[in-house]
């Protein structure tokens, strides 16, 4: 074999190992990508997952609201009818 033969040999792999070099890399920033994409996928499932907890205890928030506010009501009716009962009381 000659020196040139050899030469473009040499050449040849140093071509094919930057190839192979430039493959890896995009291979790597692929990888990247898909995972940052990944990330992504787990925190819209986590936010979708908590918003379907909100919603899902929504109604016995506005139930147990409704029976509080009726609840006081009925109290400030309690005390109403028992000063007016004390009233009529003291009156008559």
Same mark, same amino acid.
């Given at each position: 074999m000659s020196d040139l033969d050899l030469r473009e040999q040499l050449t040849r792999i140093d071509s094919a &190992?930057? $190839?192979? *070099? /430039? =493959? #890896? !890399? @995009? +291979?790597?920033?692929? &990888?990247? $990508?898909? *995972? /940052? =994409? #990944? !990330? @992504? +996928?787990?925190?819209?499932?986590? $936010?979708?997952? /908590?918003?379907?907890? @909100? +919603?899902?205890?929504?109604?016995?928030?506005?139930?147990?609201?409704?029976?509080?506010a009726a609840a006081a009501l009925m109290a400030a009716g309690a005390g109403i009818f028992a000063a007016g009962g004390a009233f009529l009381k003291a009156m008559g």
């Amino acid at each position: 074999m000659s020196d040139l033969d050899l030469r473009e040999q040499l050449t040849r792999i140093d071509s094919a &190992l930057a $190839e192979h *070099r /430039r =493959i #890896d !890399a @995009e +291979i790597e920033n692929r &990888l990247v $990508e898909r *995972r /940052r =994409i #990944d !990330a @992504e +996928i787990d925190r819209n499932a986590a $936010e979708r997952d /908590r918003r379907r907890q @909100e +919603i899902k205890y929504q109604p016995w928030i506005a139930i147990i609201g409704g029976v509080t506010a009726a609840a006081a009501l009925m109290a400030a009716g309690a005390g109403i009818f028992a000063a007016g009962g004390a009233f009529l009381k003291a009156m008559g």
